[in-house]
């Protein structure tokens, strides 16, 4: 017991070791949208914008890194603000905007895409799901972001979750058995 109470201290004490720094976002009016979401790729090989066309390049980014493919939500295309934030030394920033992409939609956008004119960027949403936030410093220089800011759309995505296999779950149930079997052995023992 007392080999197991020192594990778990040591495990805890690592887990706040190792946890990432991160601050707020900010706009300029104080609004927290959360953290800079993860830049994950950019192309300019689409045929179109059609949201097909969109979730097949997501799909096939996300399969080539061994993640679960997406579901198409929704295009924002209508007056969609692109919103200034602040740094952390309270100065309006030149490179994190943020826009709101909260919808009535059930669904959650764990992916979204950024689409400036001929250009589109793939980003996961980790930090706040009603918040865009994307850093234009990750970006191509001929995105022209922030130079001539144009942002066409922002397309939301949700992941599908995968459902374990049968198979899976019966070798999961076995080892579960085999450590009550192990457990009840030692204690009658």
Known sequence: ?????????????????LSSNSYAILLTDGTDVGSVDLY??????????NPLTEEAFVDQYLVSESLDPVDFIIKLEEDLPVLETLTAE?????????????????????YFI?????????????????????????LRADMNLPGDFTVSHIT????????P?????????????????????RTAA
């Open 114 to 138: 950024v689409k400036n004119s001929t250009y589109w960027a793939l980003y996961e949403n980790i930090a706040d799901v009603d918040w865009a936030v994307f850093d234009v410093t990750d």
């Open 40 to 49: 994950l790729t950019v192309t300019d090989t689409l045929a179109n914008s």
């Open 156 to 163: 939301l995505f949700d992941a599908t979750a995968s459902v």
């Open 90 to 110: 309270n100065v309006v920033s030149t490179d994190v905007y943020a826009v709101d992409i909260s919808t009535d939609l059930t669904a959650v956008a764990d």
């Open 1 to 17: 017991m007392k080999k197991f109470v020192s594990y778990a201290l040591a495990s805890l004490l690592l887990s706040f070791g």
């Open 165 to 185: 296999e049968p198979g899976m779950l019966a070798v999961f149930g076995a080892g579960l058995v085999g450590l009550g079997f192990a457990r009840r052995r």
